[in-house]
């Protein structure tokens, strides 16, 4: 199946996609109409129900919950600041003029001059040579043209104490999405370092942050400003991967002893008003489909023949299983949304459409959007934290 568990409520999307047609097509008639029909849908009530009567979850699962991570998601200053000199890297500047040099170590920003031979399994590989070029391959260290690991791994060494005859050995793994024959596979090359071609990173200094990366901040130190934006994008998306994780863990951990019906085809018609209309939108640039069937299997990228309506009702159920299970736990462990939650929902979504250009005041959003679903997002969020708070995260080398 194409689809996947996602960890934000479904109807959230879809709404915003309806809310974007209206303010697109300015209340045109019928696709007007439509919307509003949708919108009066009786919908099952999460906040009135019990959840018991519908799933059941051995309350140790989400609150002695454990996650393992990559050492790539560990958030530390070196994280931070690797991630700093990546966004300075395109403002680099020579030093001495550009003039190559061999007796220094290689840092981040310098430009090297290589040459390289690939071996997996003790073995050459296509394309993974350039010795035999007439010049070597010129590579900036923070440019990102080489797999992982390549260019970090050139960092330190010393041009001159590198030839052909005695290349530096370098390990490396090619990533799983890489081209079939070395996806996965460890890899040693082999690397000459004729020369390089020393670059200082820009001074982070306020001026330099303002003015040059126009980063914005009330704060007086923008330098310090843009490093805890930095730290807080990564454990942002640090905590998307766990949250991620634990919701699948989550839901298949769940009993479920019914489904609200009603709510599984609310969401199912959602998805297929979702096909229907991104349909259209691929119409409109000039694309044909033979039909709705054609369309969603381009559209998901399932196989010819593949049933993707029952696919989207599999999706439904999980959909719905999630919400059940936000509510559950939040039954059970007393979470209420507060006035403060729900603003902070509103705020959520008016800077949404105010990133996509949209013009729309509190009073329309609530009233397009609905206090319903700005009350389900609220919660969701209250739910995801307690979910942090309660899970202990451990990290260790992998892919």
């Known amino acids: 199946m194409n689809f996947k568990r996602i960890l934000a409520i479904i109807l959230a999307a879809l709404t915003c996609l309806s809310l974007f047609c209206a303010c697109n097509n300015g209340g045109n ?71 190559t040099i061999t007796d220094k170590a290689i840092e981040f920003g310098d430009t090297a001059f290589i040459y390289y031979r690939g071996e997996v399994d003790g073995k050459e590989f296509s394309g993974g040579s350039n010795f035999n070029d007439a010049k070597p391959y010129e590579l900036g260290i ?6 992982d690991g390549f260019e970090d791994g050139l960092i330190g060494i010393i041009p001159s104490e590198t030839s052909k005859e005695n290349p530096y050995p370098l390990k490396v793994t090619f990533p799983e999405n890489y081209k079939e024959d070395l996806a996965g596979k460890d890899a040693i090359f082999y690397v000459w370092v004729v020369e390089m071609v020393d670059y200082e990173l820009p001074e982070l200094t306020n001026d330099f942050v303002t003015k040059t990366l126009k980063f914005k901040t009330d704060e007086e130190d923008a330098a310090a400003a843009l490093i805890d934006y930095i730290r807080e994008g990564l454990e942002e998306n640090r905590d998307n991967v766990i949250k991620n994780d634990l919701w699948e863990m989550l839901l298949d951990e769940a009993v479920v002893i019914k489904y609200p019906e009603t709510e599984v085809q609310y969401f199912y018609d959602s998805y297929m008003e979702q096909y229907e209309y991104t349909k259209k939108q691929y119409e409109s640039y000039g694309y044909t489909f033979a039909s709705l069937d054609d369309f969603v299997i381009k559209y998901l990228g399932l196989e010819t023949g593949a049933d993707w309506k029952a696919e989207t009702r ?16 939040a039954q059970e462990e007393g979470i ?17 459409y105010k990133s996509y250009g949209q013009s729309i005041t509190e009073e329309e959003l609530v009233e397009a959007i609905g206090e319903r679903l700005l009350n389900e997002y609220a919660l969701f969020e209250k739910v995801n934290k307690f979910l942090l708070e309660n899970c202990t995260v451990n990290y260790e080398d992998k892919e």
């Open 336 to 352: 209420e949304v507060t006035d403060e939650d729900y603003q902070a929902a509103i705020d959520y979504y008016m800077d949404y």
């Open 314 to 329: 599999e999706q439904s159920e999980i959909d719905v299983l999630q919400n059940l299970l936000c509510h559950l736990i």
């Open 29 to 99: 008639g019928d696709e007007s109409e439509e919307t509003t029909s949708k919108e009066e849908v009786e919908r099952f009530d999460y906040f009135a129900a019990d959840m018991a009567d519908y799933v059941a979850l051995d309350s140790s699962k989400y609150k002695d919950s454990s996650i393992t991570l990559g050492t790539a998601y560990e958030v530390d200053d070196e994280m931070v600041n690797d991630t700093l000199n990546s966004m300075l890297y395109k403002y680099r500047a020579p030093l001495n003029g550009g003039e």
């Open 142 to 147: 923070g440019s990102g043209n080489f797999i």
